[in-house]
C-alpha cells in the first residue's frame, strides 16, 4: 500500500515568501505528525493532528507557522513571511491511533525547504 | 524541545562487529522508540519498548530500558555496510507527543 506522501520534495523560496508544504497520511490513520529536522540534528515536534483538530502545537515555533488539516486525511503545513531560519526538512508521520496508544508513526520523505 | 539525547554522536566501526548506541531522556514515559535514517531518506520505524518492557529483540537488534536510569540502549550485532544510517531514539509520555534526541551517525565500514 502508499505510504506517506510529500510535497514538493524541494522547495527553495526567497525571504519573506509565502510557502505551503502537503502531506498526504496513510489511508485510515487519524494521528498525523509534523516535525521539522536541521542538518545534524534530530526531528523536532512541531504540531499534531488528532482527526481535524489539532490536538498539540505546542511546538510550532511562532504565529508564522500554521497548519491544517480539513478533513482529517491531508495536511498542509503554511509558513508566512519565510526567514532564512526556516530553511529545514519538513517532515510529516502518520499513525493509526494517536497519543496515549501504540505509536507507531509511519514517516514520509519529507520537503527540503531552502529560504534565500 | 527535544527530550532523549544519544550517544555517542557518532560511532564508526568494522563489518561484523556489534555497534551499541545509547540514549537518555528526561522525564517519565509511556514508550520508547528507535528510528533509523539513511541520508537525505525517510525515518524507519525499529523497535518499540514499553516503560514496563526492560528488553526486547528483533532480528540482529536488542533494546534495553532501565526507567530507573532513564536510559536505552540500542545493540546490533554482526553489522553490516547497510547499517550505515543516523540512529535516533523517540520518546513519548502521557501529555506529550514523541520527541526525539539528535542522534547518533553510524558507520560500517565494508
Known amino acids: 500500500g502508499a505510504g506517506v506522501s510529500q510535497t514538493p520534495s524541494n522547495k527553495v523560496t526567497e525571504k519573506g515568501k509565502y510557502v505551503e508544504l502537503r502531506c498526504d497520511p496513510i489511508?485510515?490513520?487519524?494521528?498525523l505528525y509534523w516535525y521539522r529536522q536541521s542538518l545534524g540534528q534530530g526531528p523536532e515536534f512541531l504540531i499534531y493532528?488528532?482527526?481535524?483538530?489539532?490536538?498539540?502545537d505546542s511546538g510550532l515555533p511562532n504565529d508564522r507557522f500554521f497548519a491544517v488539516r480539513p478533513e482529517g486525511s491531508v495536511s498542509t503545513l503554511k509558513i508566512q513571511r519565510t526567514e532564512r531560519g526556516d530553511s529545514a526538512v519538513y517532515l510529516c508521520?502518520?499513525?493509526?491511533?494517536?497519543?496515549?496508544?501504540?505509536?507507531?508513526?509511519?514517516f514520509g520523505p519529507g520537503t527540503r525547504l531552502t529560504v534565500l | 524541545s527535544q527530550q532523549g539525547e544519544e550517544d555517542p554522536q557518532a560511532l564508526s566501526i568494522q563489518e561484523g562487529e556489534n555497534a551499541t548506541m545509547n540514549c537518555s531522556y528526561k522525564?517519565?514515559?509511556?514508550?520508547l522508540q528507535w528510528y533509523r535514517q539513511n541520508s537525505g531518506r525517510g525515518l524507519v520505524h525499529l523497535i518499540l519498548?514499553?516503560?514496563?518492557?526492560r528488553e526486547k529483540h528483533s532480528g540482529r537488534l536488542r533494546v534495553t530500558l532501565d526507567t530507573s536510569k532513564k536510559s536505552s540502549s540500542l545493540l546490533i550485532t554482526a553489522s553490516r555496510a547497510a547499517d550505515t544510517a543516523s540512529y535516533f531514539c523517540?520518546?513519548?509520555?502521557?501529555?506529550?507527543?514523541?520527541?526525539f534526541g539528535a542522534g547518533t551517525r553510524l558507520t560500517v565500514k565494508p
Open positions: 523517540a520518546t513519548d509520555a502521557l501529555d506529550l507527543d514523541m520527541r
Open positions: 508521520a502518520s499513525s493509526l491511533n494517536g497519543q496515549g496508544s501504540y505509536n507507531e508513526q509511519f
Open positions: 489511508s485510515g490513520h487519524t494521528a
Open positions: 522525564t517519565s514515559i509511556n514508550n
Open positions: 519498548i514499553r516503560s514496563n518492557e
Open positions: 493532528f488528532q482527526g481535524t483538530g489539532a490536538a498539540d
